[in-house]
């Protein structure tokens, strides 16, 4: 299993995952993504920005991360602790369904703290759809510290945001 930052050839698997990872979402009741967002379009940028990072096994993509120094302006009313360092923002953990419960998504989030110290950064900021029930607890196991609450516009239900301190 590796990680690598995603190419424009594999936009099309990329959005197979997300499919996968939507279809499991509403299944859940999880409406935090939906057919309509995140877009293929959204990806484009991503990879365009080199900021989408990709787990590829056995030569399929099996999961993605972004990896990104732009901050939603949602973010700027949070009470972060890390007010004059520089963040990475953590977006798009996906995991595809069928390969859930593995441990790829400590495997990116190791991937992304290692990635962050090396690359000057502070700390580390997300977010997690306030539905969603199993994120909290995976972040807050990993050392990340409960900021509060953003409302993007695609959702009603706030989402939490999440801090790590990394020097």
């Not at 923002?89 to 703290?113: K, L, S, T």
């Amino acid at each position: 299993m590796k990680i690598s930052m995603a190419t424009m050839d594999q936009l099309d698997e990329i959005m197979d995952v997300l499919s996968a990872v939507v279809k499991d979402m509403l299944a859940h009741d999880w409406d935090q993504w939906g057919e309509d967002h995140p877009s293929r379009e959204m990806f484009i940028e991503h990879i365009t920005d080199s900021d989408l990072r990709v787990v590829i096994d056995n030569d399929k993509i099996i999961a993605f991360i972004l990896l990104t120094a732009k901050q939603d302006k949602e973010y700027d009313d949070v009470n972060w602790e890390d007010k004059d360092g520089r963040a990475l923002i953590v977006h798009r953990v996906a995991v595809h369904p069928a390969r859930q419960r593995e441990g790829i998504a400590n495997f990116m989030m190791d991937f992304a703290e290692q990635y962050a110290v090396e690359n000057g950064f502070t700390s580390i900021r997300l977010d997690t759809y306030s539905k969603n029930p199993r994120t909290p607890k995976f972040f807050e196991q990993r050392g990340y510290k409960y900021r509060g609450q953003v409302h993007f516009p695609q959702r009603n239900l706030p989402y939490n945001c999440y801090e790590k301190i990394l020097v």
